[in-house]
């Protein structure tokens, strides 16, 4: 599972072009104050939806001031979030997660699908 957590922080990483999509601030490449750190957060808690955690449309990157915010904030973060990713992005989103696709269970797919990923945002 670590490996996997990795290699979906990679992935959304290089998809959001290594910013916060909140504040775009750029990663850092050897961080050392705890803000300085960003975290892939997901959109659908992976605790209620777990067949949403590796799946790309429902992560994303956060610098650690902005994830904070999205915790505290739940209704401004869904607002924005939805602004964010836009009607027909948010609607795919709610898709995957309402009828989650059993692809995701097999966690040696998992990694196939994230492998992949990395390379096309490569």
């Not at 009607?87 to 059993?102: E, F, G, H, M």
């Amino acid at each position: 599972m670590d490996r996997l957590s990795a290699l979906l922080k990679v992935a959304c990483l290089k998809r959001d072009r290594y910013e916060c999509v909140r504040c775009y601030k750029p990663v850092i490449q050897h961080p050392i104050h705890p803000y300085d750190f960003h975290d892939v957060s997901h959109i659908f808690p992976k605790s209620i939806y777990p067949l949403a955690r590796f799946n790309l449309l429902n992560c994303k990157i956060l610098c650690r001031k902005c994830h904070e915010w999205w915790h505290r904030n739940i209704q401004d973060a869904a607002r924005w979030i939805q602004e964010y990713l836009g009607p027909r992005r948010y609607s795919q989103l709610l898709a995957v997660v309402i009828n989650p696709d059993p692809f995701f269970r097999d966690f040696t797919k998992v990694e196939a699908y994230l492998k992949h990923q990395i390379r096309m945002y490569s």
